[in-house]
T-cell receptor
């Protein structure tokens, strides 16, 4: 149980385009979903926390208009990187906590974004 | 000041040995602690969580928590080359109930 999927797993795009990443909890309902980014050989950096039906809470330094988060249902959250630039290239990982469980976060497999 | 500290390593142990990974945290209000394993290029996968003082065992893994010393550890018995990865210690604290990660310890198990 507690499986989280992400799509796509890898994306390459041109500078200036927007990229949408989906995060789904497959076998549980997620109260909260989290979005992280990770640079090579660094630890995870929390970008934002989202709860179904409400606006995401962004961490300091994360641009809300740049990284749009939509949490439309208890099993789906999306992150859209708008007008992507090469410095947005990173490993984006989502996680989710279960409505019926404790605070354990289950991570998706991640999406590797490369902006040319 | 980082809220969760780990020795970044690298830590090398021979196959079959016990690997000991340590973590300290600064927020006394932290109540839940997690160990994740992350292989290169992959996302973290949960190994164990621990809430209470003492030891918690799951197969070859034992998590230890000492709230008085603000210390969490993970022991891996009979280490295997497949255990080679970065191990992330994390704590939940604060009203936002977010995970704060340590920087990770890179473990290499030598065959």
């Amino acid at each position: 149980g507690a499986v989280v999927s992400q799509h796509p797993s890898r994306v390459i795009c041109k500078s200036g385009t927007s990229v949408k990443i989906e995060c789904r909890s497959l076998d549980f309902q997620a109260t909260t979903m989290f979005w992280y980014r990770q640079f090579p050989k660094k630890s995870l950096m929390l970008m934002a926390t989202s709860n179904e039906g409400s606006k995401a809470t962004y961490e300091q330094g994360v641009e809300k208009d740049k990284f749009l988060i939509n949490h439309a249902s208890l099993t789906l959250s999306t992150l859209t990187v708008t007008s992507a630039h090469p410095e947005d290239s990173s490993f984006y990982i989502c996680s989710a906590t279960s409505l019926a469980g404790d605070e354990t976060q289950y991570f998706g497999p991640g999406t590797r974004l490369l902006v040319l | 000041q980082k809220e969760v500290e780990q020795n970044s390593g690298p830590l090398s142990v021979p196959e079959g040995a016990i690997a000991s990974l340590n973590c300290t945290y600064s927020d006394r209000g932290s109540q839940s602690f997690f160990w994740y394993r992350q292989y290169s290029g992959k996302s973290p996968e949960l190994i164990m969580f621990i809430y209470s003082n003492g030891d918690k065992e799951d197969g070859r893994f034992t998590a230890q928590l000492n709230k008085a010393s603000q210390y969490v550890s993970l022991l891996i018995r009979d280490s295997q080359p497949s255990d080679s990865a970065t191990y992330l210690c994390a704590a939940i604290s604060g009203s936002a109930r977010q995970l704060t990660f340590g920087s990770g310890t890179q473990l290499t198990v030598l065959p």
